[in-house]
């Protein structure tokens, strides 16, 4: 049985997508591309982030985890509450990231409704403890634990008007005490929504995304950039790698693969985690090495020649699979449909790619 331990989190929320009536053909999904767990069946919910580990799903839906069995091909099996989340100001708890002994979760808590304004938060799933590490004061987006050490993690703020830079903080659990490694201003702030920051599997790099500025100077539109920043060197390294033009699809995660040598990308418009996206989102995978990018075929939308939009896609632990949350994009109207859960399965397969 292949194994995959994936946490999940959950948000409602609905978007719409501007554009012209599609011509009413059909289109074939992409057959390596598996729904793990519809929207709207049993537990429902929002997907959209997550990690594949071992032979079991784990995702945060209404403020409790669940876990999901699923069998040799992917389909559900059972799912299974494990506790509840305090539920706190009422702000949705979303999933950012999962320790490599996969009994610790990060969480940050935050409305989710145009900007990312929110408060770190760990769940031992072994205890059912929650313990909040830092406070809605801290503006965080997102966080990642240190490799081979839990009790270190780093998280993106966006700063405050208390005198708290913006920038990457590297954050010791046992000392509680706050380093600043690399001050970094979104040129939008919040309305980033989710910086998909990520760190090397040696801890020796952070591969961040400096979002484009087009609302600044719309005359001259920008793509994202990734960037690769060395924390021994303190050197930045600030890859050639474009995406399609588009003046909202400017949010960008990125995942190293758990050998380092493939970074997974996701190119997604503003507004997926509320009622309007415009766009749908683009995903591929870069090489290292090369810098080659391959943009990869995860449209889950049958309709006709209608898209979708994916946010937050990240590898199996053998770097074989991925998992990624997708809601469908209608027209006319545009609305963005609940993200399901899916799988896109053996990533090297010549058809998984446009």
């Known amino acids: 049985m292949k194994h ?8 409602l929320l609905l978007a719409s997508s501007c ?5 009413d053909e059909g289109n074939t999904i992409n057959p390596n591309i598996v729904k793990v767990k519809d929207c709207c ?21 209404n403020r409790a985890l669940v876990k999901l069995f699923t069998d040799t091909n992917s389909n559900l099996i059972s799912a299974t509450p494990l506790g509840i989340i305090p539920r706190g100001d009422g702000k949705p708890a979303n999933f950012i990231e999962i320790s490599e002994d996969y009994s610790k979760v990060l969480l940050v808590k935050s409305s989710y409704t145009d900007v990312s304004l929110g408060e770190l938060v760990e769940v031992n799933l072994i205890e059912e403890a929650y313990r909040l590490l830092r406070d809605s004061t801290y503006n965080i987006s ?27 903080y590297l954050h010791n659990k046992t000392t509680d005490i706050d380093s ?14 989710l910086n998909g920051f990520d ?16 609302f600044a100077n719309p005359d001259i539109p920008q793509t994202p950039q990734i960037i690769e920043y060395n924390l021994e060197t303190q050197q930045a390294d600030t890859f ?35 009622s309007t996206t415009n766009d749908d989102s683009e995903v591929g995978i870069i090489e290292l090495h090369s810098r080659q990018k391959r943009i990869l075929d995860i449209n889950t939308n049958s309709e006709g020649r209608k898209r979708s939009v994916q946010i937050a896609p990240t590898w199996s632990y053998d770097g074989q699979d991925i998992v990624y949350g997708s809601g469908e994009l209608f027209y006319p109207s545009g609305a963005k449909g609940f993200y399901s859960l899916y799988m896109i399965k053996n990533v090297d397969d010549p058809q998984n790619y446009k």
Not at 4 to 11: D, H, N, P, R, T
Not at 19 to 23: A, K, R, S
Not at 183 to 193: F, K, L, Q, V, Y
Not at 240 to 264: E, K
């Open 142 to 168: 997102s966080a990642v634990y240190w490799n081979g050490d839990d009790t270190k993690l780093i998280y993106y703020s966006y700063g405050n008007d208390q005198g708290l830079e913006a920038g990457y």
């Open 41 to 61: 069946e049993g537990l429902s919910g929002d997907y959209f982030m997550g990690k594949m580990v071992s032979d079991e799903i784990i995702y945060s839906i």
């Open 199 to 214: 760190l090397s599997p040696e801890n020796t790099k952070l591969l961040y995304p400096n979002v484009r500025a087009s």
């Open 240 to 274: 050639a790698t474009t995406f399609d033009l588009s003046f909202v699809r400017v949010g960008l995660w990125l995942r190293y693969s758990p050998d380092g040598s493939r970074i997974l990308y996701c190119n997604f418009p503003l507004g997926s985690f509320t």
């Open 4 to 11: 995959l331990l994936i946490i999940f989190s959950a948000v």
């Open 19 to 23: 554009g012209t009536e599609p011509e």
């Open 180 to 193: 600043l490694l690399l001050a970094h201003r979104a040129e939008i702030g919040p309305s980033e929504m």
